[in-house]
């Protein structure tokens, strides 16, 4: 059975860091490109990093880059999302989620239009003093 459980969330203080980990079971990394979504509040889900199946392309939306870094380690089946200088407006539920490459092989149009096929639970992270 294909999971994803996303782990590492939590409070932090305005400028602190957070790295959340995506562990993924029931199939191999290799054929799925992945991505770290998230959601707040009222708001839509929007695409935060991708990252592509082979390791060589990323994208981050604008309101992350600088900041956020997205890494993979397929032969360990995880995918970390290591977040810096967090901000009160980076507060939300964030999502990891899986495409087939064969499917979908844009990670920038898997980030902008928030196409995920498999998708995990969700780790809370909130930013506040």
């Known amino acids: 059975q294909l999971q994803l459980v996303e782990s590492g969330g939590g409070l932090v203080q305005p400028g602190g860091s957070l790295r959340l980990s995506c562990a993924t079971s029931g199939f191999s990394l290799n054929y799925y490109n992945i991505g770290w979504f998230r959601q707040a509040p009222g708001k839509e889900r929007e695409g935060v990093s991708c990252?592509?199946?082979?390791?060589?392309?990323?994208y981050y939306a604008d309101s992350v880059k600088g900041r956020f870094t997205i890494s993979r380690d397929n032969a360990n089946n995880t995918v970390t999302l290591q977040m810096n200088s967090l901000k009160p407006e980076d507060t939300a539920v964030y999502y990891c989620?899986?495409?087939?490459?064969?499917?979908?092989?844009?990670?920038?149009?898997?980030?902008?239009?928030?196409?995920?096929?498999?998708w995990g639970q969700g780790t809370q992270v909130t930013v506040s003093s």
């Open positions: 990252i592509s199946s082979s390791n060589a392309s990323t």
């Open positions: 989620t899986a495409v087939l490459r064969v499917v979908l092989s844009s990670i920038q149009t898997m980030c902008l239009q928030r196409r995920g096929h498999y």
